[in-house]
């Protein structure tokens, strides 16, 4: 097992969209454990139920080598739905740590970066604009 830790970031920026809900189906799944008693390997089936958690993406400022801002997206994962409630252009902090994963897709292996959030804060929700009130 890996014994070192990946480092926690604090990232202050807006989101860029409203968090999407995505769901992950039930499903039972074959696994090798290790049985003791026995002193083998067995199969044993064993049943995940279905999971939902919120995907959103965050815009931050950076500069580029020469000092020019940019805005950079960062993805993140919240499997705790921290974020629930949070809507486009709110200012939030978000702590977690960086994953990268990899997947095909059309026969070609892609790899993405994600920030998976361990806890966030809203800092400053977004202004509504004067449609949002009544007269």
Wanted: charged content about 30%; proline content about 4%; overall charge neutral.
């Amino acid at each position: 097992m890996n014994a070192t830790r990946t480092p926690q970031v604090n990232i202050f920026g807006n989101l860029g969209s409203d968090p999407e809900v995505k769901i992950i189906s039930a499903k039972t799944v074959s696994r090798e454990v290790y049985n003791p008693v026995l002193d083998d390997v067995e199969v044993r089936e064993v049943f995940r139920p279905e999971r939902s958690f919120l995907v959103f993406s965050i815009a931050v400022n950076a500069k580029d080598e020469n000092g020019e801002p940019f805005t950079k997206w960062i993805r993140c994962v919240d499997w705790h739905r921290k974020a629930e409630g949070y809507r486009m252009g709110d200012r939030v902090r978000v702590t977690g740590f960086f994953k990268t994963r990899s997947y095909v897709q059309d026969g070609e292996t892609r790899t993405i970066r994600e920030l998976v959030v361990v806890d966030t804060r809203l800092e400053r929700q977004a202004t509504t604009t004067g449609d949002d009130f009544a007269a």
